[in-house]
């Protein structure tokens, strides 16, 4: 069998040797710990993101230069996740895991003690994302070394459960620490959960020797560009326009959009360009006996293919409702950190819960019928969500959108990882890892453009036909449509009165555009809605070649020997 081939079907491979009872026992260890190393991965982004006006005081920066840093992480990321997935096989697995880890340990350490916005952006933006490019390719090789069959599938299910409580507890967590102490508690905890992740890296199997090969350097600049490139694209595109220049960079005050076409549109296509000169390249290299950055070939796998694809609209889905809550709840609502991360919370309850359902409804049910149940599901709770949207929170329809949302997700998480990585032999499991990481980094980038893009687009017709049918003075409606021909800024709907009195509106006048305003956040809330469940139901053309075949129920030795951990 090559080593692009999938595996034979884990229900059908004969049963395996005997383990010993202490190895079985003790094997769950493993997944544990490669979950508290995914969590913390994914929490950071979350958790900053709701700390950023606390981080903006401390280090006496500006927000423009933390919205900086964030896109910068998920830059390094991005250009970096294909070579940290390579370098799990030329380093091994297991080592390329600890070496990330105490890689990304040293980044939170610096990032907790920073005393400016540059060391910050080094510690966190560089060196963690550095970190991370290493860790998360490896922990989906090493829960392919570690377990097998049914155990295989419930750990792909932890690690994706953990990655989502991750996205939905961090502005909790995050919320709170802002709160009540500092957000550098969240760096201090993220250097002690991996330090105990380094200590029991000695439980953890590596089956694959490292591989001795030359990483051809060409394919990473040209696959680390045309990443970047097409994640800032879409990251900017909310600021920049897709494809009609709204806000775009200036040199000397000369906007740089060039032909009169947005940045957007031509940081995608030179992106995109680069990643097919990239994808020529790794078949060049095979065909000269070289060793690729990617073997591209495992992308005419159509199981990995809808695997992936999938994946990415997932996130696609998660980044756009992780986009549109915070707005809800903080700018329209005026809700804080910790209460916006309270009404969050039943997601994460139920996507813990429905992960583990989901590897128990793998017995009984195809991955393509859970998936596409957990599609229609996330499509379903998006409606939800709609209708409790208004100016007072429908405290019942948004809490049971929430844990309906949540329960998609941990359907989800329960089958995609394992559908990617037993598509392939384990020989590939680091270069699948690596191209899960680049799937949902795309995903959640073109999910944040598209959702935040309709949202502000949404709000400034909606506000600028609010102002001109309202009964405010004419002069006050000129003053207003001249003030947003460009656009209309995202601010919290409290504190437009203010804005207005300031700019030389009286108290009425200021009250109506407060109301106005409020309203036309309501109105585009739920126009972003809408494209949220448009594309969670376009996510359903990924599912199509999810297989579809049933489990054949093993014997009772056979699920007594899935669990593959050796003792040491």
Do not use: C
């Amino acid at each position: 069998m090559s080593p692009s081939d999938p595996p034979p079907d884990a229900a059908s491979t004969p049963p395996a040797p005997d383990t010993t009872t202490d190895a079985a026992k003790t094997s769950w260890t493993v997944v544990i710990a490669l979950s508290a190393a995914q969590f913390v991965m994914v929490l950071d982004s979350t958790v900053m993101n709701v700390s950023i006006s606390q981080v903006v005081s401390d280090l006496d920066t500006t927000v423009s230069a933390m919205q900086a840093a964030i896109t910068f992480y998920t830059l390094t990321m991005a250009a970096l996740m294909l070579v940290g997935a390579k370098l799990g096989d030329v380093w091994g697995r297991l080592r390329a895991f600890v070496i990330g880890s105490i890689v990304y340990a040293l980044g939170s350490l610096t990032t907790a003690l920073s005393p400016n916005i540059v060391v910050l952006f080094l510690g966190w933006s560089v060196v963690e994302g550095m970190g991370a490019v290493l860790v998360i390719p490896a922990i989906a090789a090493l829960i392919a070394d570690n377990y097998t069959g049914r155990a295989r599938v419930t750990a792909y299910a932890m690690i994706g459960a953990a990655s989502g409580a991750a996205v939905a507890a961090g502005p909790l967590i995050g919320g709170y620490l802002t709160t009540y102490a500092s957000w550098r508690y969240v760096f201090i905890g993220e250097v002690v959960v991996m330090a105990v992740v380094v200590l029991f890296a000695r439980r953890i199997v590596d089956r694959h020797e490292p591989v001795r090969m030359r990483i051809d350097l060409m394919s990473i600049v040209l696959s680390s560009a045309g990443l970047v490139l097409i994640v800032l694209g879409l990251l900017q595109s909310k600021t920049w326009g897709w494809i009609l220049p709204l806000d775009s960079p200036d040199i000397n005050g000369f906007p740089i959009a060039p032909f009169g076409i947005s940045l957007t549109t031509w940081f995608v296509l030179a992106g995109g360009v680069l990643i097919a000169w990239f994808f020529r390249r790794q078949r060049r290299l095979v065909e000269a006996g070289r060793p690729p950055l990617l073997d591209v070939t495992l992308l005419s796998i159509p199981r990995l293919r809808s695997g992936l694809g999938a994946l990415g609209a997932q996130y696609a889905v998660t980044a756009g409702l992780f986009f549109m809550i915070p707005v809800y709840l903080q700018m329209t609502l005026g809700l804080d950190a910790l209460e916006t991360g309270l009404r969050i919370f039943p997601l994460s309850i139920s996507l813990i819960l429905f992960s583990f359902a989901g590897t128990r409804l793998s017995n009984v049910w195809s991955p393509r019928t859970i998936v596409r149940i957990g599609q229609l599901v996330l499509a379903a709770s998006a409606v939800v969500l709609l209708a409790s949207v208004d100016v007072e929170l429908k405290v019942p329809a948004f809490g049971i959108g929430m844990f309906t949302a949540g329960a998609a997700l941990g359907l989800l998480a329960s089958q995609l990882g394992n559908v990617n990585m037993s598509s392939v032999g384990v020989e590939k499991s680091s270069e699948v890892g690596g191209m899960q990481g680049v799937f949902q980094n795309l995903g959640s980038s073109l999910g944040t453009a598209l959702i935040g893009s309709i949202l502000i687009g949404a709000l400034a017709t909606a506000f600028a036909g609010g102002v001109a049918s309202s009964a405010l003075p004419d002069d006050v409606k000129q003053e207003v449509a001249t003030a947003t021909a460009g656009g209309v800024e995202l601010v919290p709907a409290s504190s437009v009165q203010q804005i207005a009195e300031d700019a030389g509106l009286s108290e009425d006048d200021a009250e109506a555009l407060t109301q106005t305003y409020g309203e036309s956040q309501v109105q585009a809330l739920r126009i972003a809605f809408v494209g949220l469940i448009a594309i969670a139901l376009a996510a359903l053309l990924f599912s199509r070649n999810i297989p579809s075949e049933r489990p054949v129920r093993p014997s009772p030795r056979a699920r007594a020997t899935e669990v593959t951990e050796e003792p040491r």
